[in-house]
């Protein structure tokens, strides 16, 4: 698992430790719909990460909007990821869809931070 959210997963289960727990330096579990699931260094683990960001969003009253615009001909794609009042925009999608998680994870926890 990349370092980046690896850091990021300890400071969620620092902050909301309900939502993820850490198991050592590069184990992780996030909860989605009342089940903890392990979070591995595999890129189907960005989707679980997601999905518990979302949930939590939710249940936080936090808006939170991820929007992926393809390519079109000549045109780069486009993501744009974040949680009001503050959001990320990225060109050439394609090179950069693997970093929503952490691109989502890091608004989220600001917004909790805030709180």
């Given at each position: 698992m990349e370092s980046e959210l690896r850091s990021l997963l300890s400071r969620w289960?620092?902050?909301?430790?309900?939502?993820c727990r850490q198991?050592?330096?590069?184990?992780?579990?996030?909860?989605?719909?009342?089940?903890?699931?392990?979070?591995?260094?595999?890129?189907?683990?960005?989707?679980?990460?997601?999905?518990?960001?979302l949930a939590g969003c939710q249940e936080n009253?936090?808006?939170?909007?991820?929007?992926?615009?393809?390519?079109?001909?000549?045109?780069?794609?486009?993501?744009?990821?974040?949680?009001?009042?503050k959001a990320f925009r990225w060109d050439e999608g394609e090179e950069i869809i693997s970093s929503i998680p952490i691109l989502l994870l890091e608004e989220y926890l600001e917004r909790l931070e805030q709180r």
């Amino acid at each position: 698992m990349e370092s980046e959210l690896r850091s990021l997963l300890s400071r969620w289960a620092a902050v909301e430790p309900q939502r993820c727990r850490q198991h050592d330096d590069f184990s992780f579990d996030v909860v989605y719909l009342g089940h903890w699931i392990a979070v591995t260094a595999q890129p189907i683990s960005h989707g679980t990460i997601i999905a518990s960001v979302l949930a939590g969003c939710q249940e936080n009253n936090i808006h939170c909007e991820i929007d992926y615009t393809p390519r079109y001909e000549q045109q780069p794609a486009t993501v744009e990821v974040g949680c009001i009042p503050k959001a990320f925009r990225w060109d050439e999608g394609e090179e950069i869809i693997s970093s929503i998680p952490i691109l989502l994870l890091e608004e989220y926890l600001e917004r909790l931070e805030q709180r």
